[in-house]
């Protein structure tokens, strides 16, 4: 298999979450033409292909957010959804499938990472409690520092007049900015997003209703709860829901093996924090021993700006051949 032209028929099969069933149609068909006999595990609508269980794992998911940019290469990277989230790891492990000749390791392709992360939280159902190697892109550094994570709406209620005569209104939108203000300026040491924020209309009158989509993510050393109390306290006069919540966590034994097999490799050991939530929350909430490597800069993924080059998925793939070896 030549690298760019698989990234390319990856990348050009789209697969937002909720949409993956071609690519795992083409996934399979190609697994067996190299000689492995994949597993469609099929639940609840998601489908997740494995491939060799085993007591150690590489994991990656299938899911990308909706299309923004199609494929493209420009000599020294590669562009397009998903060509760096996560379907350049993809093409590092098929790569790797087909040059090693004994497979020790498992294979889990995921569905449904960009959404609600079902995929993962069906795979550990059925195969318990093991290690593995999340690929998302850290620029070949292992993230072995996940950061926790929690995501909120706030519903604020205001009272309605006439536009002109604010005076005897409450403006919920400003009620709402007050309150991302007051929530930056106390959360030290806690990132934070404003994601979305909806609110007001055409209509000539003080905004009643503003409702606001926050993301908060922080080290390990900084617990849920203290984030989560924080939060909550700053936004006593909201309505909130809890959309999402994970702590962080720092990675055990298979972080070892990984630099071990990364040195094997010929690479230079460098370490990360995984910033955004992945798989690995899943697997390690099930009692997993797990670590975050990839090829591609997370920072661009999600835009129409991600991309990778073709080098680091080259790379990813020595590193998972060195790993295969190292398993006794």
């Given at each position: 298999?030549?690298?760019?032209?698989?990234?390319?028929?990856?990348?050009?099969?789209?697969?937002?979450?909720?949409?993956?069933?071609?690519?795992v149609e083409y996934l399979?068909?190609?697994?067996?033409?190299?000689?492995?006999?994949?597993?469609?595990?099929?639940?609840e609508g998601i489908k997740d292909i494995i491939v060799n269980p085993s007591d150690i794992w590489i994991v990656t998911h299938l899911d990308t957010v909706p299309v923004k940019r199609k494929f493209e290469f420009d000599g020294t990277y590669a562009y397009g959804t998903g060509v760096c989230d996560t379907k350049g790891s993809i093409t590092a492990i098929l790569l790797a499938l087909e040059e090693i000749d004994e497979l020790k390791f498992g294979v889990a392709l995921l569905s449904d990472e960009e959404e609600g992360g079902m995929g993962s939280r069906?795979?550990?159902?059925?195969?318990?409690?093991?290690?593995?190697?999340?690929?998302?892109?850290?620029?070949?550094?292992?993230?072995?520092?996940?950061?926790?994570?929690?995501?909120?709406l706030a519903k604020f209620k205001g009272i309605p007049a006439h536009g002109?005569?604010?005076?005897?209104?409450?403006?919920?939108?400003?009620?709402?900015?007050?309150?991302?203000?007051?929530?930056?300026?106390?959360?030290?040491?806690?990132?934070?997003?404003?994601?979305?924020?909806?609110?007001?209309?055409?209509?000539?009158?003080?905004?009643?209703?503003?409702?606001?989509r926050m993301d908060f993510v922080f080290p390990p050393e900084t617990t849920l709860s203290e984030v989560k109390s924080k939060v909550l306290g700053i936004l006593k006069d909201a309505e909130v829901e809890i959309l999402e919540e994970s702590e962080g966590?720092?990675?055990?034994?298979?972080?070892?093996?990984?630099?071990?097999?990364?040195?094997?490799?010929?690479?230079?050991?460098?370490?990360?924090?995984?910033?955004?939530w992945t798989d690995a929350v899943n697997l390690k909430n099930a009692g997993w021993d797990v670590v975050v490597f990839g090829p591609g800069e997370l920072?661009?993924?999600?835009?129409?700006?991600?991309?990778?080059?073709p080098k680091e998925i080259f790379k990813a793939k020595d590193v998972l051949v060195s790993l295969n070896d190292l398993i006794t």
């Open positions: 298999m030549e690298v760019l032209e698989l990234l390319r028929d990856l990348v050009e099969i789209p697969s937002p979450s909720g949409k993956e069933g071609k690519l399979i068909n190609l697994l067996e033409e190299v000689g492995y006999s994949p597993i469609l595990l099929e639940k069906i795979f550990v159902e059925e195969f318990g409690k093991a290690k593995a190697i999340v690929m998302e892109p850290t620029s070949l550094r292992i993230a072995n520092v996940h950061y926790g994570s929690l995501e909120i002109a005569m604010v005076e005897y209104g409450k403006n919920a939108i400003d009620l709402a900015i007050n309150s991302i203000f007051r929530v930056r300026e106390n959360l030290k040491g806690v990132k934070f997003l404003v994601q979305e924020i909806r609110g007001g209309g055409e209509e000539y009158v003080v905004p009643e209703e503003c409702t606001v966590f720092v990675s055990g034994e298979i972080a070892s093996l990984l630099e071990d097999a990364v040195r094997t490799a010929g690479l230079k050991v460098e370490h990360a924090e995984m910033h955004s920072q661009f993924c999600h835009t129409e700006m991600e991309r990778i080059d």
